[in-house]
T-cell receptor, first 114, second 113 residues
Framework: DAMVIQNPRYQVTQFGKPVTLSCSQT?????MYWYQQKSSQAPKLLFH???????NEADTPDNFQSRRPNTSFCFLDIRSPGLGDAAMYLC?????????????FGQGTRLTVV | GDSVTQMEGPVTLSEEAFLTINCTYT??????LFWYVQYPGEGLQLLLK?????DKGSNKGFEATYRKETTSFHLEKGSVQVSDSAVYFC????????????FGTGTSLTVIP
């Protein structure tokens, strides 16, 4: 089945140690998103790619970076994780050009910072 | 800017009770509206959607009608089950939102036997 896959499901990292979360999709969607979701809150958009065009939200900290080497893969890099970065990170895709298409989400990566 | 305002929770219902979760939106264009559901420890799954005024989205016994006159997209289910316990998010996207999806704050639903 076509889907959005995030790896790993659970990630533990040390305070200040760089960490990378990955997302892959088999939907061939041209838009990919990274959301941060803290407990009992709505997902917060960090950035998204429209094809290769990177769009950063104004309030996304510089500590968060992203790479999209090809259509299928997108990575979230946290350069120096702090305790406040512990959250669920959600990857999503959508197909721009298809009218009113929805966003398809992966299962998320739960990041713990120790 | 575009936004979604969602009924605050948590909501606790007995099995077979009627469910309504309110959602209103603000949008400058003509948004598409969505309800997503999130089970514990999981990502978001699309529950239903509506793309134009008066459309009714439905799935798994849940329904929501796109009401342009009241800018609302309330989620309803006639008889909830324990398995419906989850967090529900209302969301919108529109041509002028730059591919962004705007989410409400989520409503936690617990259904007790």
């Amino acid at each position: 089945d076509a889907m959005v896959i995030q790896n790993p499901r659970y990630q533990v990292t040390q305070f200040g140690k760089p960490v990378t979360l990955s997302c892959s999709q088999t939907l061939n969607h041209n838009v990919m998103y990274w959301y941060q979701q803290k407990s009992s809150q709505a997902p917060k958009l960090l950035f998204h790619y429209y094809d290769k065009d990177f769009n950063n939200e104004a309030d996304t900290p510089d500590n968060f970076q992203s790479r999209r080497p090809n259509t299928s893969f997108c990575f979230l890099d946290i350069r120096s994780p702090g305790l406040g970065d512990a959250a669920m990170y959600l990857c999503a895709t959508s197909r721009e050009g298809l009218k009113n298409t929805e966003a398809f989400f992966g299962q998320g990566t739960r990041l713990t910072v120790v | 800017g575009d936004s979604v305002t969602q009924m605050e929770g948590p909501v606790t219902l007995s099995e077979e009770a009627f469910l309504t979760i309110n959602c209103t939106y603000t949008a400058t264009g003509y948004p598409s509206l969505f309800w997503y559901v999130q089970y514990p420890g999981e990502g978001l799954q699309l529950l239903l959607k509506a793309t134009k005024a008066d459309d009714k989205g439905s799935n798994k016994g849940f329904e929501a009608t796109y009401r342009k006159e009241t800018t609302s997209f309330h989620l309803e289910k006639g008889s909830v089950q324990v398995s419906d316990s989850a967090v529900y998010f209302c969301a919108l996207t529109a041509a002028n939102t730059g591919n962004q999806f705007y989410f409400g704050t989520g409503t936690s639903l617990t259904v007790i036997p």
